[in-house]
């Protein structure tokens, strides 16, 4: 394993558990502990973590974002699933928008056999993704590239969305917060984000989980003007409440346990 990908997995570790112990990281990459001190002099460097007596925890800086590498990884069978929800929602001829979040790239793996899309992105891996597919109008926003990121941001991203005007976008977020609405981690990601929901006939939420009830640094949106959220279970009794409250259709897999 390269170093940067032990760095990547201890980070995914990092998001899941808050902290991690020296001593069994060694043990699970099979290095020595003064490999996984340096790997965690970096992180903090980096400004992920801060180092702890033995370990290291997370660090709650309110606009760290981990790298897209860790993000694409991360909760992977919960996006698939709301990527197939989201594959179901667009209609050949659709004009579509998609985010630079990693859920975005699994829906444009699902949507691929669609025709006569049009779609406008932030996103560099989605435009990648798409590059072999024919009979499609691609747009890119263009903008300035996000560091740590695949993502287009910036005036001329804001500015490009702001000419245009599309049938569905489908936008992840960091955090839903039942008083805050939807949330992300960068106030650049989120002016994005706001540009796309304005542009947007029908918007539509795709959220895993484990960002119900989470609050993030920079509000995206309220719960107004947003269609519906897509997400990989049956949320719990409160979540559905409040959605119904504000007149948004929840969409997951029939069938899903209650959350």
């Not at 925890?57 to 981990?66: D, F, N, P, R, T």
């Not at 960068?186 to 119900?212: G, L, T």
Request: aromatic letters at 6%.
């Amino acid at each position: 394993m390269f170093a940067i990908e032990r760095r990547n997995s201890i980070l995914t570790a990092l998001k899941e558990e808050k902290h991690v112990v020296v001593s069994e990281l060694a043990k699970q990459f099979e290095v020595s502990e003064e490999t996984i001190r340096r790997d965690l002099d970096k992180l903090e460097k980096e400004g992920y973590v801060v180092k702890t007596y033995g370990g290291a925890v997370i660090s709650e800086g309110a606009a760290i974002e981990l790298p897209y590498v860790v993000r694409k990884k991360a909760n992977v069978e919960a996006k698939q699933k709301i990527a197939e929800l989201a594959a179901e929602l667009i209609m050949d001829g659709d004009t579509l928008i998609l985010d630079a979040s990693s859920t975005a790239l699994f829906i444009a793996q699902k949507i691929k056999a669609k025709k006569d899309i049009t779609l406008l992105t932030n996103s560099l891996e989605v435009l990648m993704e798409l590059s072999d597919v024919t009979g499609w109008k691609i747009l890119s926003t263009g903008g300035s590239l996000k560091e740590r990121s695949c993502a287009l941001i910036g005036s001329q991203a804001e500015e490009c969305l702001e000419r245009f005007h599309v049938d569905k976008a489908f936008i992840s977020c960091k955090g839903v917060e039942a008083e805050h609405g939807f949330s992300d981690s960068s106030d650049a990601h989120a002016a994005v984000k706001r540009k796309m929901i304005a542009a947007a006939s029908q918007v539509f939420f795709a959220v895993d989980s484990s960002k119900f009830g989470k609050l993030s640094f920079a509000s995206i949106s309220g719960f107004s003007g947003i269609d519906a959220v897509i997400t990989e279970r049956c949320p719990s009794d409160e979540w559905n409440r409040i959605f119904v409250a504000n007149d948004i259709e929840c969409i997951y897999p029939r069938g899903g346990e209650n959350g």
